[in-house]
């Protein structure tokens, strides 16, 4: 969904807040100023203002389901954001819920639950970085923040041996390190596709990924099949929580997508 798409419905929720009926619930959006008409700037201001509208003392069960609608919202803008907006409005956010200690708890478990699931698909490290800086430290979160942050999009992957996973692929060595590794491997985009055999899920989804690879991309995109059972240096310098895990980088070897799901590969891939 286009950013200006989601800011103007945004802001049609926020300014129909009054009228609403007294039944239908739903999360107070705070009113976008109408002279702010660029959606950058709006998405600023709601990111801002986001949660100030919000009553945190109300812990009914009506008022805890539209906490939880509120926060998928949230999350949900907050990638469409640069990382300065992002980490600022998560900072106002996890003041607001520190002060209410009776809601901490309820928030934690929606961070858990659509960030910290590996299965959520909202799942992003990205924001759950974020999040993770500015919550109340514990050894399990300290834990977490270094492993989400591993090989974000738009930083060079970590170096990875690739032993006969790189077949297929060009790959160059030199005689100080004949061993093929990610950084000698020359091609427009590479694929990692971290697997178990013996995951049912990997079992089930990398015929899948095979064949799209070879039927459709075989000619410009490298796919590297890494068995992390076999690959030590795999969870060593990737964060892996789920498999199979994809990731797609450029020829420099910067993340363009991570962790992502097929669909997301051939979208870009077909681009």
């Known amino acids: 969904m286009k950013l200006r798409h989601i800011i103007l419905t945004v802001g049609l929720l926020a300014s129909t807040m009054a009228s609403a009926q007294q039944e239908e619930v739903r999360f107070p959006f705070p009113a976008i100023p109408e ?24 812990s009914t069960a009506t008022n805890r389901a539209t906490a939880e609608q509120g926060f998928v919202d949230y999350i949900n803008l907050l990638q469409y954001a640069d990382s300065a907006v992002q980490a600022g409005s998560v900072r106002i956010f996890a003041d607001s819920i520190a002060r209410k200690a009776h809601r901490q708890k309820q928030f934690d478990e929606l961070i858990d639950h659509y960030l910290g699931n590996p299965d959520s698909p909202m799942r992003n490290d990205v924001t759950y970085a974020h999040l993770l800086r500015v ?33 297929g692929c060009v790959v160059y060595t030199s005689e100080d390190e004949p061993e093929p590794r990610l950084y000698y491997v020359e091609s427009p ?9 013996n995951c049912e899920h990997c079992q089930e989804m990398m015929p899948q990924i095979r064949q799209m690879m070879e039927r459709d991309f075989a000619s410009r995109t490298c796919a590297i099949y890494i068995n992390v059972e076999e690959n030590t240096a795999a969870r060593k310098f990737y964060y892996l929580p789920a498999l199979p895990a994809l990731y797609l980088l450029d020829s420099e070897k910067t ?12 979208n870009y891939l077909r681009r």
Do not use: C
């Open 35 to 58: 002279v702010m008409t660029e959606p950058q700037a709006r998405l600023e201001f709601l990111l801002e203002h986001y949660w100030s509208v919000f009553n945190f003392e109300d």
């Open 135 to 167: 919550l109340p430290t514990t050894p399990q979160r300290t834990f977490l923040l270094r492993e989400v942050t591993k090989n974000q999009p738009g930083t060079t992957a970590a170096d990875l041996p690739l032993g006969k996973a790189a077949s």
């Open 189 to 197: 985009t590479t694929l990692l596709v971290f697997y178990d055999p």
């Open 255 to 266: 993340v363009i997508i991570k962790d992502g799901n097929l669909q997301q590969i051939e």
